[in-house]
């Protein structure tokens, strides 16, 4: 059975062809570092990583970008923060750090690149110039404003007619804009008090003049709009057509059909063949969301449940689903993990035990073994359909189960299939973490190791051994440990 997905681009189920036989193309459109990342972040990321890892189990090449929004009004609003910095970059480092150091947490394959809106202005100024060229596009009032009405396809991803639809971008664009629906390129300035006002914490206070990083453009000082930035970080560093665009279903409209529209118009080529969007996280029938406050930040999930629990609730629903995080089913997770563990363990004590035999063949276990290579197989070319996937790979924790139970003699070459389907597809599929800490690892074990060698440090530091407490800290630095000072004690974070 071949790879199919659903593409919301045509609203059909489609045999997965790639543009090329050996690698596809993934982009996944990112987080905006304004915040710390909660779990319905985290719940876009897990599905796209998966859809990663099962691509390249099939033999792909997998060429897989994922941005950072640290551009962005959101951002500009927590300037003056005391633990974040004066700048607008300065608070975007400060939640990029974290953002890294969750996806570490919840053992996510590394992207090929995770660029930057900051580090890419030039060619998102190029590809506004090329839009203008084309006639899709028009400055007004030191802003650039891509034309809706010029692009006969708009509203192909969202199936809506441009009549239909509301004004985009905020209310004092409605004079600059030649049609209500046109969104903005570029953005003359910088970001409002009144763009800022919304999204900013009242401890800070009322922002009084315009703030946010400013770049030099044809049009004026200014900074890029939200939709042209994916555009430009995915053909920057993949390719004018990619095969698989990945994002939250939220962003079908606007961000994705914006992103169809001007990468089209721009180079005349199909921007992305396949749309794969991932339903919302919810919370009592609410959409978990910063703004709602109603989410359960990465870092406090991860020293709460560890990554294993987390990516086994996620594998209960199909990426394509809305999914309910509630106490309820993160205990069905953790009962789940728990038994999947047990069985692993179980199976490898016993393949290296003196109890498994070279000459005892336990055929309905072979069997077995066998079957749920090929179901959970037949359920991830379906669409990705990660929780068949998981009840495959639950029925092999009871064929273990099963095959232990009782006996004095086992089957060690069943035993051996056994484990290596836990490790090929638990682990390097789902990537779960059996019998050791896996890519990334549980990051509440890190943490605490940590915290003992900083325990050390002080007593060194203390005791007046400060040449001591420095060593401690460049070898932990040498690790992959920043520690910085501070009148409240040591912190860390994970490079």
Not at 26 to 41: E, F, M, N, Q, W
Not at 110 to 131: F, G, M, N, W
Request: charge should be negative; hydrophobic fraction near 35%; glycine fraction near 8%.
């Amino acid at each position: 059975m071949t790879l199919s997905v659903t593409n919301t681009l045509t609203g059909e189920r489609e045999e997965f062809e790639p543009r090329t036989d050996d690698d596809v193309l993934l982009y996944v459109c990112g987080l905006t570092v304004s915040d710390d990342a909660h779990l319905g972040h985290a719940r876009l990321w897990m599905h796209a990583d998966v859809m990663h890892r099962w691509l390249e189990h099939e033999g792909y090449d997998v060429h897989h970008v994922e941005n950072f929004t640290d551009v962005n009004e959101k951002i500009a609003a927590r300037i003056g923060d005391d633990e974040l910095g004066d700048s607008e970059a300065d608070v975007a480092e400060h939640f990029t750090g974290n953002v890294i150091r969750d996806m570490r947490g919840l053992n996510l394959k590394r992207a090929e690149v995770y660029p930057r809106v900051s580090e890419h202005v030039p060619q998102i100024i190029d590809l506004i110039e090329t839009l203008i060229e084309k006639g899709y596009a028009y400055e007004s009032n030191g802003s650039v404003y891509f034309d809706v009405s010029a692009f006969d396809d708009y509203g192909k991803l969202s199936n809506q007619r441009i009549e239909e639809m509301e004004s985009q971008g905020p209310e004092d664009e409605r004079a600059e804009k030649r049609n209500p629906s046109d969104f903005a390129l570029w953005k003359a300035g910088a970001v409002s008090p009144d763009d800022v006002a919304e999204h900013r914490p009242d401890e800070l206070g009322p922002v009084r003049e315009p703030c946010g990083e400013t770049w030099a453009s044809p049009w004026g000082e200014g900074r890029p709009g939200w939709h042209i930035e994916c555009s430009a970080m995915s053909m920057t560093h993949l390719d004018e057509t990619i095969d698989i665009h990945v994002g939250g279903r939220d962003l079908v409209f606007p961000h994705h059909e914006n992103e169809v529209a001007q990468s089209e118009a721009a180079t005349g080529r199909t921007f992305a063949r396949y749309w794969l969007h991932v339903g919302l996280l919810q919370t009592e029938g609410d959409k978990m969301s910063s703004s709602l406050g109603n989410f359960f930040y990465v870092n406090d999930a991860l020293e709460e449940f560890g990554a294993d629990v987390i990516r086994t609730f996620y594998l209960s629903t199909a990426y394509g689903s809305e999914q309910t995080f509630s106490e309820d089913a993160m205990a069905e997770a953790e009962e789940r993990w728990d038994r999947l563990e047990r069985a692993y363990d179980a199976a490898l004590g016993a393949l290296d035990g003196v109890d498994a035999y070279a000459t005892v063949a336990d055929e309905e276990f072979r069997e077995s073994v066998g079957e749920v290579r090929a179901d959970f197989r037949a359920a991830m070319n379906d669409d990705f359909n990660v929780r068949e996937a998981m009840a495959a790979l639950l029925e092999l924790a009871g064929a273990v189960n099963r095959h232990l139970d009782g006996r004095g003699r086992y089957d060690y070459r069943a035993l051996r299939e056994a484990v290596e389907a836990f490790e090929d597809l638990g682990g390097d599929v789902f990537g779960l973490s059996f019998g050791d800490a896996g890519e990334g690892g549980d990051v509440s074990v890190a943490e605490d190791l940590v915290e003992l060698v900083l325990d050390v440090r002080e007593a060194e530091r203390e005791a007046g051994n400060y040449g001591r407490a420095d060593e401690l800290r460049d070898e932990l630095a040498a690790l992959g440990v920043e520690v910085q000072d501070s009148d409240d004690g040591p912190a860390f974070r994970f490079e």
